[in-house]
């Protein structure tokens, strides 16, 4: 039921567990575009592949979570509905790839190394010589990689969210310790003890491991990027250890100095127009005046009114506006308007990443 001459517009959301966001950006659409847009929450199930879902466009909230969701939309997209993150470009992002990504564009970026899976050989059907390009790493190459990095460091699955798996070591015993034996060693299925041990196994054998600088950060900012406006907060990340659910926002420019806010700004405004991304954050570890890029690939931002209060309403407008926008021109798009940039590039085989 694709838009053709009828005179509502259909914007699908999909949804996980949040319910506040969700629901207040259907009315805040509804209102805005007088409505001329018919925002709901997306239905699926079963889906045959010859047939479109009934939205123009879908703002996915989820399926980093639910891969079933990413298949949909792919093919959502393959139909014609916009899909709001790119269901192609989300598949291909990793913490490992904006770090390279950040020193191509020359933002400070923490040092970062990538890493073979711990216990390769237990891979299913993976053997020695399923892996001859794979270089033994002795210990001077491991020497190597900690002087590089330095300690303290972070090492965290390369792609993953929800400080999953995310483990500060302190030094190479510690290290070893974690990177061979207890990655995802938290309880996962508490009441069943072998299949806990087994999600955890396989978990800690297939996941894509990086050490990363520690950043002995003074300040910390987030910053969201919707539709080409920027926000940016102080933020104070949430002690996980002391059982603290949600980060601490603050609206508070003269916090960074308008030297280091408008770097900010800048920076995030680079980011995202070089890589051709519409709704996303961006986070900065600032020390001394340095502000180091920790992560940039958070296309569900934390759009939670309870953590964000200060913030909420602003990006609830921004978000309702942007996708009015996209459905009422499509030449608003910002992928669109970006395609011959950071991934066209490199879906073309054209060369390296070059700033917007």
């Given at each position: 039921?694709?838009?053709?001459?009828?005179?509502?517009?259909?914007?699908?959301?999909?949804?996980?567990?949040?319910?506040?966001?969700?629901?207040?950006?259907?009315?805040?659409?509804?209102?805005?575009?007088?409505?001329?847009?018919?925002?709901?929450?997306?239905?699926?199930?079963?889906?045959?592949?010859?047939?479109?879902?009934?939205?123009?466009?879908?703002?996915?909230?989820?399926?980093?979570?639910?891969?079933?969701?990413?298949?949909?939309?792919?093919?959502?997209?393959?139909?014609?509905?916009?899909?709001?993150?790119?269901?192609?470009?989300?598949?291909?992002?990793?913490?490992?790839?904006?770090?390279?990504?950040?020193?191509?564009?020359?933002?400070?970026?923490?040092?970062?190394?990538?890493?073979?899976?711990?216990?390769?050989?237990?891979?299913?059907?993976?053997?020695?010589?399923?892996?001859?390009?794979?270089?033994?790493?002795?210990?001077k190459e491991w020497g190597r990689v900690f002087d590089y990095v330095g300690f303290p460091a972070w090492l965290k699955p390369c792609a993953a969210g929800g400080w999953l798996g995310v483990y500060k070591v302190h030094g190479p015993e510690e290290f070893f310790r974690i990177y061979n034996q207890a990655v995802f060693h938290g309880p996962i299925l508490p009441h069943d003890p072998a299949a806990d041990s087994a999600v955890r196994n396989w978990l800690g054998r297939t996941t894509v491991m990086i050490l990363q600088q520690d950043v002995p950060w003074d300040r910390f900012a987030r910053c969201w990027y919707i539709g080409g406006e920027v926000l940016v907060a102080r933020y104070t990340p949430p002690r996980k250890h002391q059982g603290e659910?949600?980060?601490?926002?603050?609206?508070?420019?003269?916090?960074?100095?308008?030297?280091?806010?408008?770097?900010?700004?800048?920076?995030?405004?680079?980011?995202?127009?070089?890589?051709?991304?519409?709704?996303?954050?961006?986070?900065?570890?600032?020390?001394?005046?340095?502000?180091?890029?920790?992560?940039?690939?958070?296309?569900?931002?934390?759009?939670?009114?309870?953590?964000?209060?200060?913030?909420?309403?602003?990006?609830?407008?921004?978000?309702?506006?942007?996708?009015?926008?996209?459905?009422?021109?499509?030449?608003?798009?910002?992928?669109?308007?970006?395609?011959?940039?950071?991934?066209?590039?490199?879906?073309?085989?054209?060369?390296?990443?070059?700033?917007?």
């Open positions: 039921m694709k838009s053709t001459g009828r005179r509502h517009k259909t914007l699908g959301i999909l949804r996980g567990r949040e319910n506040f966001f969700p629901e207040d950006l259907v009315r805040a659409v509804a209102a805005r575009s007088r409505n001329s847009v018919r925002a709901e929450m997306v239905s699926v199930g079963a889906e045959p592949a010859e047939r479109p879902l009934p939205y123009d466009l879908i703002y996915d909230r989820i399926s980093h979570d639910y891969p079933m969701y990413q298949v949909l939309l792919r093919a959502a997209a393959a139909h014609g509905t916009y899909v709001i993150p790119n269901p192609f470009l989300t598949a291909a992002d990793d913490k490992f790839l904006g770090a390279a990504i950040g020193s191509r564009l020359g933002i400070p970026t923490p040092r970062t190394v990538v890493l073979p899976l711990s216990g390769s050989l237990w891979v299913h059907d993976i053997s020695e010589q399923s892996l001859r390009n794979l270089r033994w790493i002795d210990e659910v949600y980060g601490k926002y603050e609206d508070d420019p003269d916090f960074f100095g308008k030297d280091l806010y408008e770097r900010l700004r800048g920076y995030v405004r680079q980011i995202n127009s070089t890589m051709g991304y519409e709704i996303n954050t961006a986070e900065f570890a600032i020390h001394e005046d340095e502000p180091y890029l920790i992560d940039f690939l958070n296309f569900t931002c934390d759009f939670n009114p309870k953590s964000i209060a200060p913030f909420y309403e602003r990006c609830l407008d921004l978000v309702a506006g942007y996708l009015i926008r996209c459905l009422e021109d499509p030449a608003a798009r910002l992928q669109m308007q970006n395609r011959d940039r950071a991934w066209g590039r490199l879906s073309t085989g054209r060369g390296a990443i070059e700033p917007a």
